[in-house]
């Protein structure tokens, strides 16, 4: 870190400034000016204090960072991408467009088996539904449950889909990761860094979704608390920022591709329905995530969006996700990957 300090200072003031660098457990390296002293700070920033509370003594102008917050999911530590194996399937690091797809919400053993038949034959291999669902109102459908848990796993045995739904709770992270082979963190636990550990440490892939008004640092710091604990197959998933605009449930952010690509290693997944909240945009959406080259989507799906149990608005039906995943080839290939 670089501490710059104001102008014209006494050498004895500069001398306490360094001498309380050094207590702080870095090495401090003074370079003196005509008018203004900077001293550069060399150490660990993850096992000692940060320097930036110096910005509250008198003598210190600013603060200034050398390297990334998140040491772990920069692509300073880690210059190649992470490719993340889910059941055979390698996704991330220039491997094959991934599409999962599925429910919002897992509704019935009909429903999610002609969901995964259909999802399975328009090009998905990841079956997403929902077993628990964070609702705004207390008296909306909260999910089946361990119930829907098992009709998810019913439907990866007859088809051979992998299966990726959200977890809410640290107590029921064990239960989950005994059906799920990805754990999803939703929007709302995006911060949520006791859950987050606990599904960290399961080991199982997790698709972190950002924050509904989180900056893109404040995800990727997120994410750094599952690699230190040790789990590194972490999927970005980008779903909208909540903004002032109205016309659409949130807005996408699809420029967050661009900056993640520059600054992390790690796999990034685009979630259009969530994203705009409007089942007739997401086609268009889903083009411009791989044409960006994002690493996948994740895609809600319904045999009848119109009966859906939550968020039909946002779901798209077989015929549509059918054409979604022809629609795609062409972007896919345009960026030089697989499809």
């Not at 306490?16 to 401090?28: D, F, S, T």
């Not at 999962?100 to 999610?112: A, K, T």
């Not at 239960?175 to 606990?198: E, H, K, M, P």
Request: charged share 20%; hydrophobic share 45%.
């Amino acid at each position: 870190m670089i501490v710059v300090l104001r102008p014209n200072l006494p050498a004895e003031e500069v001398d306490k400034v360094v001498a309380e660098v050094a207590k702080m457990g870095y090495q401090p390296h003074p370079i003196r000016g005509a008018i203004q002293t900077v001293i550069a700070a060399i150490g660990d920033e993850r096992v000692n204090p940060s320097l930036e509370t110096l910005t509250a003594w008198p003598q210190v102008e600013t603060v200034l960072r050398v390297q990334k917050r998140y040491k772990l999911v920069s692509k300073e530590g880690h210059p190649q991408p992470t490719v993340i194996n889910v059941n055979g399937q390698q996704i991330g690091g220039g491997q094959p467009f991934c599409i999962m797809g599925g429910p919002c919400s897992v509704e019935s053993e009909e429903q999610i088996m002609t969901t995964a038949r259909a999802v399975k034959a328009a090009g998905a291999t990841i079956l997403r539904g929902g077993a628990f669902k964070p609702r705004t109102s207390p008296y909306e459908f909260q999910g089946l449950g361990e119930t829907g848990l098992k009709l998810l796993a019913a439907a990866r045995k007859e088809f051979g889909l992998a299966v990726i739904t959200e977890v809410l709770a640290e107590k029921d992270v064990e239960l989950v990761a005994s059906y799920a082979d990805i754990l999803q963190i939703g929007a709302r636990n995006a911060q949520n860094f006791a859950l987050i550990t606990a599904a960290a440490k399961t080991g199982k892939p997790i698709l972190l979704k950002r924050g509904m008004s989180m900056r893109v640092e404040e995800w990727l710091l997120a994410a750094e608390y599952i690699l230190s604990n040790g789990n590194p197959n972490v999927f970005l998933c980008e779903r909208g920022i909540r903004t002032f605009e109205t016309y659409t449930r949130n807005t996408l952010d699809l420029s967050a591709v661009a900056i993640l690509k520059q600054e992390t290693h790690l796999p990034v997944i685009i979630d259009p329905s969530q994203g705009c909240g409007r089942a007739d945009l997401v086609i268009e959406l889903c083009k411009a995530a791989a044409a960006l080259n994002a690493d996948g989507l994740l895609v809600e799906v319904h045999p009848n969006p119109a009966e859906a149990w939550s968020d039909g608005q946002q779901q798209v039906d077989f015929k549509a996700f059918a054409q979604l995943c022809r629609s795609l080839k062409p972007f896919i290939a345009a960026v030089g990957r697989p499809s």
